[in-house]
């Protein structure tokens, strides 16, 4: 990439199902998909899959992160993920709705640390990054 970006990752397409592809993230190897419905061979993850899986996977590592900076008994953290598009009266499309229901596994986690907690899940940088206006950038590069 020509910016100095501190991530960088690699789609290609595989060629095992219409839209199955190869990813290379943070030396990390995945594979995507689309679901059989959509016309893809559910061979991975779908591209909204890998987003849910992202932001929860930010908001467990950043409540983690709080109650071991805060020495706080948090034995585990689980976040269940949901995403769907919804109609919105007087905004002439369906936008997307994310749901996170936390679990915070402790049980001698005040009241106080477990709101303190269910604040700090909203504050992971995912979400930050999907609720602010992020500047996305395509070029054509030669094959």
Not at 17 to 29: L, N, R
Request: hydrophobic share 45%.
């Amino acid at each position: 990439m020509t910016d100095n970006s501190s991530i960088s990752a690699r789609i290609e397409e595989s060629g095992e199902s219409a839209f199955a592809v190869f990813i290379e993230v943070s030396g990390h190897h995945l594979v995507g998909d689309e679901d059989v419905a959509a016309g893809g061979a559910n061979l991975g993850p779908a591209p909204y899959d890998l987003l849910l899986a992202a932001l929860g996977e930010c908001t467990a590592m950043t409540v983690r992160w709080y109650a071991k900076r805060m020495n706080w008994p948090l034995e585990k953290v689980e976040v269940r993920m949901a995403h769907n598009k919804r109609e919105v009266v007087g905004a002439g499309s369906k936008i997307d709705v994310f749901t996170k229901e936390l679990v915070l596994h402790g049980p001698e986690l005040s009241q106080e640390q477990r709101a303190k907690l269910l604040d700090v899940a909203g504050k992971c940088p995912v979400q930050r990054s999907l609720l602010a206006t992020p500047v996305i950038r395509t070029t054509l590069i030669q094959a």
